[in-house]
């Protein structure tokens, strides 16, 4: 199947260096397309750290079929078809990828493998498809993982990098009725798990925090700074959801209770009560990147990421996730 208007030059030269076997201008070649190809490898897996190993396993997979690529789609569509496909294998050998049951009344399910996505790893210039805040989001990746694997793959290719039904059908081996059925079924599930949310992904999309986003994510670093327990819970809403990742145990519950049950866990009680804190982005959300100094160290050591879901000026959801040992996040290691 050939992908019309988009093969050209790269295709052209593409050949030339697979039949010459030159494997320095290959991965030239291909380099150019691993920031949108983690992207999608994330979408798939949640977990950012498999995310890149998968996008690895798709440039080694791609060298060693390299004499598959014949020019009928284009470069990028076939590293799309590897990486999707090196992403179920993964999935198909890890059966501790799976949402589990929170314990909550509303029989709702924690993603304890999700991690956070670095926006300074996002491509460059991005396609609107590929990144679009609405589809990068934590709950958007959260709700995907709900999906079977290959129910997940249909998803992603059809209405998030926007394929044919017959480009995604050729890509997963499936037959082109399958992935309709599929994809039907993957927006039932995507309506249930994303109730009240935008799910039109292939639409134009907002890229950045909006004014109130950045003034919540400032006024949340002054009250933890401050240890202002009365200010960091008015920025609260009283249905407030939290989860610290990768512990199990997401809560609901009111603005005083979410400060009481972390005070009672320790939180801005003595040895947890100097934090210096900056204001970042993950996922394309606004995040506080939380530093504590412990009695008797001189530095503020990175501690936590928090990452805010802000509704009307207040915090809705707040995911927490263990921040040390993770330079990836390219954060600095102390304040």
């Known amino acids: 199947m050939t992908d019309a208007g ?3 030059a790269d295709e052209d030269t593409f050949i030339a260096v697979v039949r010459s076997g030159d494997a320095a201008r290959f991965a030239l070649l291909t380099e150019r397309h691993r920031r949108e190809l983690q992207v999608h490898c994330y979408r798939m897996l949640a977990n950012y750290e498999d995310a890149l190993d998968m996008t690895q396993e798709t440039f080694l997979r791609a060298w060693h079929k390299r004499e598959s690529f014949k ?8 590293l799309y078809r590897i990486a ?16 589990v049951p929170s314990g909550l009344p509303d029989s709702s399910s924690e993603v304890l493998y999700l991690q956070p996505y670095p926006d300074r790893m996002l491509p460059e210039d991005p396609q609107e498809s590929v990144v679009a805040r609405e589809t990068i989001e934590l709950a958007f990746i959260a709700a ?3 999906l079977p694997p290959r129910q997940r793959a249909v998803f992603i290719l059809r209405d998030v ?8 059908a050729e890509a ?8 309709t059925s599929a994809l039907q079924r993957a927006r039932v599930t995507m309506r249930e798990q994303l109730p009240g949310r935008r799910l039109d992904w292939r639409s134009p999309a907002a ?3 909006s004014h109130d986003e950045r003034g919540v994510v400032h006024s949340y670093i002054d ?10 819970m008015s920025l609260l809403r009283d249905d407030l959801r939290f989860v610290m990742l990768p512990e199990a145990g997401t809560s609901t519950g009111t603005a005083k209770d979410a400060v009481d049950g972390w005070v009672s866990g320790g939180l801005f009680q003595p040895g947890h009560d100097d934090w210096r804190c900056i204001a970042t982005t993950v996922n394309r959300m606004p995040a506080a990147a939380l530093y504590r100094r412990a009695p008797g160290d001189p530095a503020h050591r990175l501690y936590t990421l928090a990452v805010l879901h802000i509704v009307d000026g207040k915090i809705a959801e707040l995911t927490g996730f263990d921040a040390t040992g993770k330079p990836w996040l390219g954060l600095p290691p102390t304040l």
Do not use: I, M
């Open 6 to 8: 988009a093969l050209g």
């Open 223 to 232: 009250a933890h700074e401050r240890n202002d327990l009365d200010g960091l």
């Open 207 to 209: 890229h950045e925090l």
């Open 144 to 146: 995907v993982q709900h």
């Open 172 to 179: 997963l081996g499936l037959t082109v009725a399958s992935v």
């Open 71 to 78: 020019g009928h789609a284009a470069l990028r569509t076939w």
């Open 161 to 168: 990098v926007g394929w044919p039904a017959p480009k995604a």
């Open 84 to 99: 999707t496909n090196a992403c179920l294998d993964f999935l198909e050998q890890r059966r501790d990828r799976t949402p």
